[in-house]
C-alpha cells in the first residue's frame, strides 16, 4: 500500500531522440515509477529499458545538491557572486570572445533558448555551441545545403508504410529500440537493407547487409548513383520539377563505374547491382535512414547529401514510405537545432541576416544591437581557441565531454588551461565535473518541465513529477538566477517560467518552416499526443497528428527545388599502417546504457543489462594470428594512448578491423581530433590501433 499510486502524469523519456511517451505513477505528487504510455503515437505502449528506469538517476546517492567552489559548498548567493565576478573579469581583460559556453541536446527547448539568449544577447558573450555538434551538426548542414532549412522529412509512420527500409551507418536495433519496433510493425512485408562495415543486430535482421570498407559509404553512394543514371531507373518528372544540379551531379557521377566502386567498397559488382535494383525506379516506396555511422565521420556532410540525392533521384521523398531521413540522437537534439542560439539565430535564423536580426531583435523584445552578426565559433574552434589562449573561460551545462570529446587526453589537457571553468550538472562526479572550479547542481529530468523534440520534428512536454534534492534548481531557474546577478533581470521579466519562455519561442518561430505559432499552449500538445512541426497559427484548427515535409514537393531553397550537393570523396586522416595495421571502429554497444552513462550507471538493472567488462570484437583471423582467444585480455594501442580490454572473437567485425562501444570513458583517449570540413562534426568512427595480448 505504501506504494500504491494515487495520480498519474505523462510525460516524455528523457533519454533519446524517440520521444517515447511515458506514464509516471504518484505517489502524493511524487512519481515512483514509469511505465510506456500506451496511448502515445510515437512508442504506442512500447518503451526501451533506459525508459522503465528512467527515475532511477534521480535518487542516486551522488547527486549534486549544493553549489561548489573549488569543491567546497557554498551557497547560490555566494555562487553568483562567483560566476559573475569571474566572468566579468575576464571578458574585461580579454573581451567578450574570451568567454564561452559548451550546451547540450539533454536539457528543454525553454531552458537551451534561455542559455542561448542570456550568454549572447545579454551577458555578450560570441560563441557558445553543443554536444549535438557531436550528433546531429552534419545533418543540420546536409539538409540546409540541399533543402534549403534543416528539415528531416519524416514521420515514425514512414517505418510502417515503406517497401524498402535502407539503413546506412545505423544500428536501430541498438541504438533506437523503439523504431525498430515500428519497422517490426510495418505489414507491407519489407526489405531490410544494411549499409554498415560491422555486422550489427540491425545488419543480422536484413535481407541485405552490405559490409563495406570503414568510410567508403560515400563512393559506394555515389556508385549506386551511377548505376541508377545507367540504367535509367530515375524519376525523371520528379528531377525535372523539383530539383536543381541534377546534370552537374550527373556528369561527375560517370567516374564511379562498378569496377571502381568494387574496388574502393570492398563490395562485388553483382553487390552494387542488386544494392541499385532494390532501390531503382519501380520499386513503390524506398526510405532512406542515417544517423552516427554517416554524421561522425570526416565527410559526413557529403554522405547524408549523397543519401538525400539517391531520395531526389528516385522520387522517394515527400510520399508515404519514403524520404532522406536522418534519426537525430539526444532526446532534444531537435530542440538545440532551433533554439540553442549557436550556430543558428534562434527560430532556425541566420545570424548574418539583417532581416532575421532585426525579426528576433523584435521577438525577444530587445534593441537590434544586442544581437551578433556571426555566429559562434563551433565545438572544435572554442577548443581550438582555448589552447591558443582566445578562450580563458568555459561554462559546460548537462554535457561530460571529458568523456566524450574525441582524443579525450587533450581535451582534459585543454581544461587545465582555463582560467574559469564552470560546469552546470546533476552530478559533481561526472569526468568534466570534477574539473570545474565553480559547479552549479541541477535539477534533472522528472524534475522540471518543458518541452522537448523528437526525431520526427514531434514537440512532447516533459513534466515535473519529483522535487530536485537539496538545493538542486532547474537550468532555467539557474539561468533566472544568473540573469539577475549579472544585472539583467528587466531583460528577462517575461522569462518567467517554461511555458511563459515557450510562448516568446513561438513568436520567433513566426513564418518559418518549423512555424510553431499554432500551438496555443502545454495542454494542446499533451492532448494531441505532442505536435510535429510546423504548426502555424492559420493551419491550427485541423491538422493531421503524423505530417511528413515536402508532399508538395516544394522546397525551402529560394527557386523551392531540392539541390544535388556533391564532392569528391577523400580518404580517412589515420589510415592503418605497419606499426598500427587495424581500424578501430566504435559505436553503440547496448540499448541499455545511454552516452557516458552518467545517469543509466545508477540503475542497477541497466548495469545488469550490459557487459561488465569491455569487450573489443576481434576477427577470429586476426585473432589467430596475434594469438588471442576469446576472452584474453588485449592491450589497444593507438598513435594516442592505450587501454585493456578483453577479446570478443567474432565475426561480426571483417578482417583488419576491431570495434569498441563508446559507453567507456577510455575509448575516446584512442580516437583522435579531426572534423567534417561543412558540419565540424567529429570523426569518431575510424582510427588505426594495434592489439596484443595482455
Ligand atoms: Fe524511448 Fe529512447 Fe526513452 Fe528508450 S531511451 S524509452 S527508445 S525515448
Not at 582566445?390 to 585543454?414: C, D, G, M, V, Y
Request: charged residues 20%; proline residues 6%.
Amino acid at each position: 500500500l505504501r506504494l500504491q499510486p494515487d495520480g498519474t502524469a505523462r510525460s516524455i523519456c528523457g533519454f533519446c531522440s524517440t520521444g517515447c511517451g511515458l506514464k509516471l505513477h504518484l505517489k502524493e505528487g511524487e512519481a515512483i515509477n514509469a511505465t510506456p504510455d500506451p496511448d502515445y503515437p510515437v512508442n504506442l505502449g512500447t518503451a526501451c529499458p533506459k525508459g522503465w528506469e528512467a527515475l532511477t538517476p534521480l535518487d542516486a546517492p551522488d547527486r549534486a545538491t549544493t553549489p561548489l567552489h573549488h569543491g567546497q559548498p557554498i551557497d547560490w548567493s555566494a555562487a553568483m557572486d562567483v560566476f559573475c565576478t569571474r566572468m566579468k573579469e575576464v571578458m574585461a581583460q580579454h573581451g567578450p570572445e574570451s568567454v564561452a559556453f559548451i550546451s547540450t541536446g539533454q536539457i528543454m527547448c525553454e531552458e537551451m533558448a534561455f542559455l542561448g539568449t542570456l550568454a549572447k544577447f545579454g551577458m555578450g558573450m560570441i560563441h557558445g555551441d553543443g554536444n549535438t555538434r557531436q550528433c546531429m551538426a552534419t545533418a543540420v548542414t546536409a539538409y540546409k545545403e540541399s533543402f534549403g532549412f534543416d528539415a528531416p522529412p519524416f514521420t515514425y509512420g514512414d517505418f510502417e508504410e515503406s517497401d524498402v527500409l535502407v539503413f546506412i551507418g545505423a544500428n536501430p536495433c541498438i541504438a533506437h529500440p523503439i523504431m525498430w519496433q515500428r519497422v517490426l510493425r510495418n505489414p507491407r512485408d519489407p526489405k531490410i537493407i544494411v549499409v554498415d562495415p560491422r555486422t550489427t543486430e540491425t545488419a543480422m535482421a536484413a535481407h541485405q547487409h552490405y559490409a563495406i570498407q570503414p568510410k567508403s559509404d560515400l563512393t559506394l553512394l555515389y556508385g549506386l548513383a551511377h548505376l541508377l543514371i545507367r540504367d535509367n531507373a530515375l524519376d525523371t518528372t520528379f528531377i525535372e520539377e523539383h530539383t536543381a544540379d541534377f546534370e552537374a551531379f550527373s556528369a561527375f557521377i560517370q567516374d564511379y563505374t562498378p569496377a571502381r566502386v568494387s574496388q574502393e567498397t570492398g563490395l562485388s559488382e553483382e553487390q552494387l547491382q542488386c544494392f541499385a535494383d532494390t532501390i531503382r525506379l519501380g520499386t513503390p516506396r524506398v526510405s532512406f535512414w542515417w544517423t552516427m555511422g554517416v554524421n561522425q565521420s570526416h565527410q559526413a556532410t557529403r554522405t547524408a547529401q549523397a543519401i538525400i540525392n539517391l531520395a531526389l533521384m528516385t522520387g522517394n521523398i515527400g510520399k508515404p514510405g519514403t524520404g532522406a531521413n536522418s534519426i537525430t540522437g539526444q532526446c532534444n537534439a531537435m530542440g538545440s537545432r532551433l533554439f540553442s542560439n549557436t550556430t543558428n539565430l534562434i527560430g532556425g535564423h541566420d545570424f548574418k541576416n539583417p532581416l532575421h536580426r532585426a525579426k528576433i531583435a523584435q521577438a525577444l523584445r530587445i534593441p537590434e544591437s544586442q544581437i551578433p552578426d556571426q555566429p559562434s565559433l563551433a565545438y572544435d574552434q572554442i577548443l581550438e581557441g582555448i589552447e591558443t589562449g582566445k578562450i580563458r573561460a568555459l561554462w559546460i551545462i548537462a554535457t561530460n565531454p571529458s568523456h566524450s570529446w574525441i582524443n579525450q587526453n587533450r581535451f582534459n589537457e585543454l581544461m587545465g588551461k582555463l582560467d574559469f571553468l564552470v560546469v552546470q550538472d546533476m552530478y559533481a562526479t561526472t569526468e568534466t565535473s570534477r574539473q570545474a572550479h565553480l559547479f552549479l547542481p541541477a535539477a534533472g529530468w522528472g524534475e522540471k518541465e518543458g518541452t522537448f523534440i523528437n526525431s520526427e520534428r514531434r514537440i512532447g512536454v516533459s513534466r515535473q513529477v519529483r522535487k530536485a534534492p537539496g538545493q538542486a534548481l532547474s537550468d532555467l531557474r539557474i539561468y533566472r538566477l544568473i540573469a539577475h546577478a549579472w544585472g539583467l533581470g528587466d531583460m528577462f521579466a517575461e522569462w518567467t517560467s517554461p511555458e511563459a519562455v515557450f510562448h516568446i519561442l513561438k513568436r520567433c518561430t513566426e513564418d518559418q518552416p518549423c512555424d510553431i505559432s499554432g500551438i496555443t499552449d502545454y495542454s494542446m500538445i499533451e492532448n494531441r499526443g505532442g505536435i510535429q512541426w510546423p504548426l502555424s497559427g492559420a493551419a491550427s484548427s485541423s491538422f493531421e497528428t503524423e505530417r511528413r515535409l515536402f508532399s508538395d514537393g516544394l522546397f525551402y531553397t529560394a527557386d523551392q527545388r531540392a539541390r544535388f550537393v556533391f564532392d569528391v570523396p577523400q580518404l580517412p586522416p589515420e589510415l592503418p599502417d605497419s606499426e598500427f595495421p587495424l581500424i578501430l571502429l566504435t559505436g553503440r554497444g547496448t540499448s541499455a546504457q545511454w552516452h557516458t552513462e552518467t545517469r543509466t550507471k545508477k540503475s542497477e538493472v541497466l548495469k545488469k543489462l550490459a557487459p561488465e567488462e569491455l569487450l573489443i570484437e576481434i576477427h577470429p583471423d586476426d585473432a589467430l594470428k596475434l594469438g588471442i582467444r576469446d576472452g584474453d585480455k588485449t592491450v589497444i594501442s593507438s598513435r594516442r594512448a592505450s587501454l585493456i580490454a578483453k577479446a570478443r572473437v567474432s565475426p561480426t567485425v571483417s578482417k583488419g578491423q576491431v570495434f569498441l562501444p563508446m559507453h567507456d570513458a577510455r575509448v575516446n583517449q584512442l580516437t583522435y581530433w579531426a572534423v567534417d570540413p561543412h558540419s565540424r562534426q567529429p570523426s569518431y568512427k575510424h582510427c588505426a590501433v594495434k592489439v596484443s595480448l595482455c
